[in-house]
């Protein structure tokens, strides 16, 4: 199974700040890497897949980068209401991965 | 619009069995893979179970390989997923999914979850 790592586990910033949250797969898993954000008592929600597509809807501040092993969500400019937990998922391969998250809090 | 409504979650005791389903509306049901992810109480994601489009195949990771049955009836728009011999590891909110388009995976749409409690 394909181990993904996410880093920081939790990360308090300020808002306007440029944030990076990181996550790192066991092996190539060939840019099939999402992200989702999940608010308090809330469903997860779909921000990025395929490694940097921006799903319809979601705010142009929100990026993502990376190939092989290592990708990044970058939040250009942090808002009161990206309080959340971070998950990325690898969908290269059977059985599909999450990361255990990253929880974003505003400093 | 789209939507999923998952029912039939509960508390049920250790090794007996509960069926849930998932009401999709919104869109061609037939067209779409259809997943369930479990979140246990104050923890992360699990992706439970996947199923094409037509049903013809399904996929599951080790930890519910052999009691979970993921299953549809595209002709009501529904998505079940049957669970054997529960355990008290599998308490959790169970949701159901849809790929973004047909072919394009990423779970772009969630129901509100049902939570499964497994305890005696």
């Known amino acids: 199974d394909i181990q993904m790592t996410q880093s920081p586990s939790f990360l308090s910033a300020s808002v306007g700040e440029r944030v990076t949250l990181s996550c790192k797969a066991s092996?190539?898993?060939?840019?099939?890497l999402d992200w989702y954000q999940q608010k308090l008592g809330e469903a997860p929600k779909l921000l990025i897949y395929?490694?940097?597509n921006l799903h319809t809807g979601i705010p142009s501040r929100f990026s993502g980068s990376g190939s092989g092993t290592d990708y990044t969500l970058t939040i250009s400019s942090l808002q009161p209401e990206d309080v959340a937990t971070y998950f990325c998922l690898q969908r290269n391969s059977w059985p599909l991965t999450f990361g255990s998250g990253t929880k974003l809090e505003i400093k | 619009e789209v939507q999923l409504v998952e029912s039939g979650g509960g508390l049920v005791q250790p090794g007996r069995s509960l069926k849930l389903s998932c009401v999709a509306s919104?869109?061609?049901?037939?067209?779409?893979?259809m997943t369930w992810i479990r979140q246990a109480p104050g923890k992360g994601l699990e992706w439970v179970a996947s199923?094409?489009?037509?049903?013809?195949?399904?996929y599951y990771p080790d930890s519910v390989k052999g009691r979970f049955t993921i299953s549809r009836y595209n002709a009501k728009s529904t998505l079940y997923l049957q669970m054997n011999s529960l355990r008290s590891e599998d308490t959790a909110t169970y949701y159901c999914?849809?790929?973004?388009?047909?072919?394009?995976?990423?779970?772009?749409?969630w129901g509100q979850g049902t939570l499964v409690t497994v305890s005696s």
């Open positions: 999914t849809r790929d973004l388009r047909p072919g394009t995976p990423g779970f772009a749409y």
């Open positions: 395929n490694t940097n």
């Open positions: 092996q190539n898993i060939n840019k099939y």
């Open positions: 199923i094409t489009n037509t049903g013809g195949s399904t």
């Open positions: 919104g869109f061609t049901f037939n067209n779409y893979w």
